[in-house]
């Protein structure tokens, strides 16, 4: 498959606005994103900064002020629809009913479709794995980046599989997944409760004053970049992370962890926060030598190892829940993916006194 094929072209759409007799002097993109049904500012003001938006056949800016019998030509890109299509791609089941499955997501798999993921994601997967073989359209809002809202995937009663909780597209591991909306319900529930308990694994950077700790820090969008999550004073969601060592190698730690908050890329976002960030981590910090750099045997075991990585090392490796049936408490662990396992073994083959 053409690798662009995953980025289809945005579709324009065409406003043409009379301002009507009465109205009320108003910024312009202020006016656009009232009169225009589901545009957000963001869009417009780009829309605008990017000469898409004239006011009687002239580019202005977003803060002049419309007039009664201004006409207004508006152009904005929105993503074209998304098909969900049933893909016949293996998945390694752990656990299946009739209401529930439990898979080892292997790394690089994308959950849900979105702009840059419209094919090969877990949810692809499990409509063809139910039986389903028929295309789904899917509209996306003009600000969505993936279809991350569980509403819309059951928008349609011809799709089944619910994506209870999600991972990260590099991080692999347990994956629990309802058949059924109602199914679907319970389980979140659980999860919002938080009577669902939930562990990884993940190799980082450095060593640790204590065998065990707590990383404590609100979770919200980054200041630099807005794609990237960071601790925040202002404005995040409070994120707490538990974790204890398993095992140290130098300058790197296997630890175990267990979230008491669920945030997006909590686990990266924590450990980079504390300067431990998780080793193979290109987008936090993980993807260099952190620690042991000053060692030519440590850097070329690690600039060895951190090839072989080629993204975070970070694996869910153990599930527990209440069956939303039957009421029986199941617990299921997955086995760590085969580079994750080869990295680990290398570290216990290579220890060496350092100051050599």
């Not at 190799?203 to 794609?227: A, C, M, Q, T, Y």
């Amino acid at each position: 498959m053409d690798e662009n094929s995953h980025y289809p072209e945005y579709i324009e759409s065409i406003f043409e606005i009379r301002v009507p007799q009465g109205q009320t002097p108003q910024r312009l993109d202020v006016y656009l994103v009232n009169i225009i049904k589901n545009a957000t500012r963001t869009k417009v003001q780009k829309a605008i900064s990017e000469g898409a938006v004239t006011v009687n056949g002239k580019i202005t800016r977003g803060s002049k002020k419309v007039q009664p019998g201004d006409f207004i030509l508006c152009k904005l890109l929105k993503p074209p629809p998304i098909e969900l299509i049933p893909e016949n791609i293996p998945l390694n089941i752990i656990y299946e009913d009739e209401y529930l499955l439990v898979i080892n997501k292997a790394s690089g798999m994308v959950s849900h479709p979105g702009f840059g993921n419209r094919s090969g994601t877990l949810v692809n997967a499990l409509l063809y794995h139910l039986g389903h073989r028929e295309r789904i359209k899917i509209e996306l809002d003009e600000d969505d980046e993936d279809i991350s809202d569980e509403g819309k995937i059951f928008a349609s009663d011809s799709i089944r599989p619910g994506l209870v909780h999600r991972l990260d597209k590099d991080t692999s591991g347990i994956m629990l997944i309802a058949k059924n909306p109602e199914i679907h319900s319970l389980l979140a529930k659980q999860f919002a409760e938080r009577t669902v308990e939930k562990k990884y694994l993940a190799l980082v950077w450095g060593k640790f004053d204590e065998p065990s700790g707590r990383i404590e820090g609100d979770i919200g969008r980054s200041s630099l970049d807005r794609k990237l999550f960071a601790v925040v004073k202002k404005g995040g969601k409070p994120a707490i992370t538990e974790y204890k060592v398993v095992e140290e190698y130098e300058y790197l730690s296997l630890v175990e962890i267990n979230l008491l908050t669920g945030r997006t890329h909590q686990i990266r976002v924590h450990f980079s926060y504390v300067k431990h960030p998780v080793f193979g981590d290109v987008q936090y910090g993980g993807d260099k030598i952190v620690y042991g750099y000053n060692n030519k045997k440590l850097r070329d075991l690690y600039n060895e190892l951190l090839k072989i990585a080629n993204n975070q090392q970070l694996h869910s490796f153990s599930l527990k829940f209440e069956h939303p049936i039957n009421k029986t408490i199941m617990k299921f662990e997955a086995e760590l993916p085969l580079i994750f396992s080869e990295i680990l073994e290398k570290l216990k083959r290579e220890k060496f006194d350092v100051t050599k």
